[in-house]
Each structure stands twice: as C-alpha cells, then as structure tokens.
T-cell receptor
Framework: GEDVEQSLFLSVREGDSSVINCTYT??????LYWYKQEPGAGLQLLTY?????DMKQDQRLTVLLNKKDKHLSLRIADTQTGDSAIYFC????????????FGTGTQLKVEL | DVKVTQSSRYLVKRTGEKVFLECVQD?????MFWYRQDPGLGLRLIYF???????EKGDIPEGYSVSREKKERFSLILESASTNQTSMYLC???????????FGPGTRLTVL
C-alpha cells in the first residue's frame, strides 16, 4: 500500500534555508502536494507538483521531485518565524480516486 | 474563498457517549473526508464520501460511522466514544476535477 514518510522535526535559524524531505512508495502518483498547518488550524495547500515535473519554484518555495528515488523535498528560502508550522507532504495515487495519502508531518521550528 | 467549517473547536465527552462531529462546506464540492490527526502518525483517513448518501471506508473506520444526507454536510459519528478516540479530527472537501483538499479548522476531541 501507499506509505509516505517524513522526519518529525526540523529546527533552523531565521534567515537560513529550510529543507523538508519526504519519501513515498507509490510510483504511480499523479500529483504530490505540500500542505502547511499552523498552530490550532487546519491544513492549507502550499504548493503541488505534477509527477512529470522535476522542479517547481514559487517565490520562496522550491519543490524538487526525484521520481527514481521517490523523493520529494520542499525548500523554503530565507525562513521566517511565520514559517514555523507542521508541513505535510501528500501523494495522489493513480487509481486512488480523490484520496490523498499524507505523510507524518514535519514540525519546523524557526529560531531567532 | 472555499470555506469548510466544523461544528466545534473543542469537545469533551465521557466514555460510552454518542458523539456527533459536523462538517459543512460551501463550495458545492462532491467529495468530503474525515481524518484524525495524532502526533507522529500524521493524518489517517477514517471515511470519505463521493456523493450524497455515499460513503467509503478509509484506513481506520473501526468505531466510527458517517452520514451524508446533503451535499454540503458530512457528519462523523462515534457510536460509543472510547478514550483511544481522543484526537484532533479534521474534515476536508474537494472537487472531482482537482485533487486539492480544503480543510476545516479541526475539532479537538477529548474522551474521559
């Protein structure tokens, strides 16, 4: 079955870059997503990448996809205290209907 | 803006009580989902629905049921609450043409 894994914690200094990693097992995934959850809130979509792309850039966010290794990463440039949150990657398996499979989430802590 | 609302932010119930969690979306989305979120486990899908009166089991349906009598409303029911159902419950919705899921703010349920 599908399995999506992330490390649980990441701590960075304000102004540095953050890189959050994710590995997935379903090679048929059509889309891969990054969601952000701020304290006490639901999840909000940050960005997504289609499976035939290997990179997508959106302002401070860069998504890299290595299909061969089934590895997805999210890089946040110039990390700010407002970026402190839990980040979830999710995959949309082909044939999975509209279901998403979420990772365990990575808690990003930004220190001054 | 898509809005997904959940009936309560915080709920405290006793073991054995019947619990109803309500979710309403205002964007005419076909698909609705219930997840529970636990530290270190990420989001796990309980039930989902593709249409009115339709429901499908997710990964952890035991101890839960759902109801979708109207397109905009999806209810999660705990027939007899137990302490291991203490968790954060998140509702989401999506449209058929795009897999992005829109989330509600969550209900933190404590079962004593």
């Amino acid at each position: 079955g599908e399995d999506v894994e992330q490390s649980l914690f990441l701590s960075v200094r304000e102004g540095d870059s953050s890189v959050i990693n994710c590995t997935y097992t379903d090679s048929s995934s059509t889309y891969l997503y990054w969601y952000k959850q701020e304290p006490g809130a639901g999840l909000q979509l940050l960005t997504y990448i289609f499976s035939n792309m290997d990179m997508k850039q959106d302002q401070r966010l860069t998504v890299l996809l290595n299909k061969k290794d089934k590895h997805l990463s999210l890089r946040i440039a110039d990390t700010q205290t407002g970026d402190s949150a839990i980040y979830f990657c999710a995959e949309s398996p082909r044939g999975g209907g509209n279901k998403l499979t979420f990772g365990t989430g990575t808690q990003l802590k930004v220190e001054l | 803006d898509v809005k997904v609302t959940q009936s309560s932010r915080y709920l405290v119930k006793r073991t054995g009580e019947k619990v109803f969690l309500e979710c309403v979306q205002d964007m005419d989305h076909e698909n609705m989902f219930w997840y529970r979120q636990d530290p270190g486990l990420g989001l796990r899908l309980i039930y989902f629905s593709y249409d009115v009166k339709m429901k499908e089991k997710g990964d952890i349906p035991e101890g839960y049921s759902v109801s979708r009598e109207k397109k905009e409303r999806f209810s999660l029911i705990l027939e007899s609450a137990s302490t291991n159902q203490t968790s954060m419950y998140l509702c989401a919705s999506s449209t058929d043409s795009y897999n992005e899921q829109f989330f509600g703010p969550g209900t933190r349920l404590t079962v004593l």
